[in-house]
């Protein structure tokens, strides 16, 4: 027979273990640069990639880049 303890843990072990993988990927993301890291002893800019779809709502990011807005900020 099985009591309700033992489904319990059932559930209990893949949830703790599912947590504890992301907050260890999380840790581990490092900054959105591929080449300079946190530790490096790089001193240039980093850069920062925005991901856009197809929506209306991203209109301002193609309108700056059109006109030259990123340019001034590397």
Do not use: N
Request: glycine share 14%; aromatic share 8%; charged share 10%.
């Amino acid at each position: 027979m099985q009591t309700a303890s033992r489904s319990y843990h059932r559930y209990t072990s893949p949830v703790l273990v599912t947590l504890a993988l992301l907050a260890v990927s999380a840790c581990g993301a490092g900054t959105a640069d591929s080449g300079v890291g946190s530790g490096s002893a790089g001193a240039g800019k980093s850069q920062l990639r925005i991901a856009v779809g197809i929506d209306a709502a991203y209109a301002p990011f193609f309108l700056a880049d059109q006109e030259g807005l990123w340019a001034s900020t590397g």
